[in-house]
């Protein structure tokens, strides 16, 4: 790899450990269930390098329940980005 690519792979992920770090991110992300890895903070970081205004939510069918509170939780760490919650459930099929 060139070291320009490791450089910029090292910044985002320190930038993304200075968001997992973040106290009230961590007390918001404990109202959800431990033993899954939703990579909250990675998705900040996504929603804030790229500027997005809108962002889609996908989630696989036992995490559906969750859609909301993941929803929630970005719009309160992301300014002026609109959540659209997808009712079509993620089956891992690509058509």
């Given amino acids: 790899m060139s070291s320009s690519l490791l450089a910029t792979r090292s910044k985002q992920r320190q930038e993304i450990e200075e ?17 899954y ?26 995490l ?3 859609a909301c509170l993941i929803a929630d939780i ?6 002026n980005v ?3 919650i997808l009712g079509m459930l993620l089956t891992g099929l690509v058509v």
Avoid: R
């Fill in 37 to 62: 890895s939703f990579e909250i903070p990675k998705t900040i970081w996504k929603i804030k390098s790229t500027q997005s205004k809108t962002v889609a939510l996908q989630m696989p069918e036992g």
């Fill in 19 to 35: 968001i997992s770090q973040n106290p009230n991110l961590i007390k918001d992300l404990k109202i959800l269930p431990q033993n």
């Fill in 74 to 79: 970005l719009e309160k760490y992301t300014q």
């Fill in 82 to 84: 609109e959540f659209i």
């Fill in 64 to 66: 559906t329940m969750f």
